[in-house]
């Protein structure tokens, strides 16, 4: 077969799989599973089929609005991993390359892979905050797109407006596209006036923007995303686009009808969300205490943690002390961080038991 992902069960998933009991889990990222008030609104019924390639007018017109940019901008997805897959079909050729950010999320591999795309790991830099050197990318004659995350998942950092600027100058002279993954980016931890702007609301580099009602809404089960296209060549694309998505019409015609009241309803949705990030951070931050050999990295924005742990265990040895004690968390090397002294741990949990967590937490750092 052309594709080997196949994987052996590392030591904390055979741990995992071991106990007697559940742990209390600091992984989690289902807004579902987490027992936050997500917009509840009937599926319309949708007894005659009249689909439209690129999303139903009235959906496109909410995600427009939502996006700020005109709706013959916006085609829909069912999910944002498929909103990649098509923009790897509209730029590359098989053996062409993408650059991606490094630590990330672990999707991107599988996603270029399976489109015969090679991706090219680029390192983002940490020096009391986060930061993309446009200066380090290492572009080929094959390099078709960059990819950012804004922001990042797991450091939750947004793309600057200087980063972005140096980011669209490289890559008007090489000839590729941005690809910006926007998914987290209403849930600030603060207000700062560097960050840059949804990418496709720019007019100086073909860029797309992906988001869905995943994270903007709390509803991953409902499989509605989006392409929002901007800059020279934002039409062209868009309309060799419709040309994908009509070849595989993923989109149910109930989520796009409903996809205006959802949008409309996800006040509450954020809001509770970022009370829970807000009280979730101040307890690590008070658990964690002066002088502990342990630190929290600083996050601007999304649902997860970084925290740098000491070198004395490497970092699976840490998540499996953890598991131990009954916390569930992912070790750094899951995300590619480079050096193996990091844990992450997911924001999204109920805060009693998450203040429990960080407790049992910073007693088996500090041991």
């Known amino acids: 077969m052309r594709l080997d992902f196949t994987q052996g069960e590392n030591a904390l998933a055979r741990a ?25 609104i009937r599926l319309p019924q949708a007894p005659s089929y009249e689909p439209h390639p690129r ?9 427009a609005a939502y996006q700020g940019i005109q709706p013959g901008r916006v085609v829909l997805t069912a999910s944002t991993s498929e909103a990649y897959s098509w923009l790897f079909k509209l730029l590359c050729d098989a053996g062409d390359e993408v650059l991606v950010p490094e630590p990330s999320y672990p999707l991107f591999g599988y996603l270029t892979a399976l489109e015969c795309v090679t991706a090219v790991p680029y390192a983002l830099r940490w020096d009391g905050e986060w930061h993309l050197d446009a200066s380090n990318l290492r572009f080929s004659g094959r390099t078709r797109a960059l990819l950012v995350v804004s922001p990042g998942n797991p ?8 980063e972005r600027a140096a980011l669209a100058s490289a890559c008007r002279a090489q000839g590729c596209a941005l690809i910006s993954d926007e998914v987290f ?8 006036r560097r960050r840059a702007r949804s990418a496709a609301s720019y007019d100086d580099l073909p ?9 903007v809404a709390g509803q991953p089960q409902l499989k509605l995303a989006w392409i929002a296209a901007g800059g020279p060549g934002a039409d062209e694309a868009v309309r060799r686009l ?4 009509d070849t595989y019409l993923s989109v149910s015609t109930p989520v796009q009808l409903a996809a205006p009241g959802l949008l409309a309803a996800r006040g509450p949705f954020q809001q509770a969300v970022q009370a829970r990030l807000a009280a979730n951070r101040a ?5 964690r205490g002066p002088g502990a050999a342990w630190d929290v990295l600083r996050c601007e924005g999304g649902w997860s943690q970084i925290l740098s742990v000491p070198r004395s265990r490497g970092e699976e040895e840490w998540a499996l002390a953890l598991l131990e004690a009954g916390v569930l968390v992912h070790p750094g090397y899951f995300f590619d961080f480079p050096d193996g002294a990091h844990l992450v741990v ?3 949990p109920e805060p009693a038991q998450f203040a429990r967590a960080a407790a049992i937490l910073a007693g088996v750092l500090a041991a």
């Open 185 to 192: 980016a209403d849930f600030p931890a603060f207000e700062d």
């Open 346 to 348: 997911s924001l999204l």
């Open 242 to 245: 419709e040309l994908i998505a």
């Open 207 to 215: 860029a797309f923007s992906l988001s869905g009602l995943s994270k």
């Open 55 to 63: 999303g139903l007018p009235a959906a496109l017109e909410a995600v």
């Open 155 to 162: 450091t939750g950092a947004y793309l600057k407006e200087d």
């Open 16 to 40: 995992l799989a071991a106990r007697q009991s559940p742990p209390i889990d600091l992984t989690v990222s289902n807004p579902t599973a987490a027992g936050l008030p997500v917009p509840s």
């Open 283 to 287: 307890a690590l931050a008070a658990a």
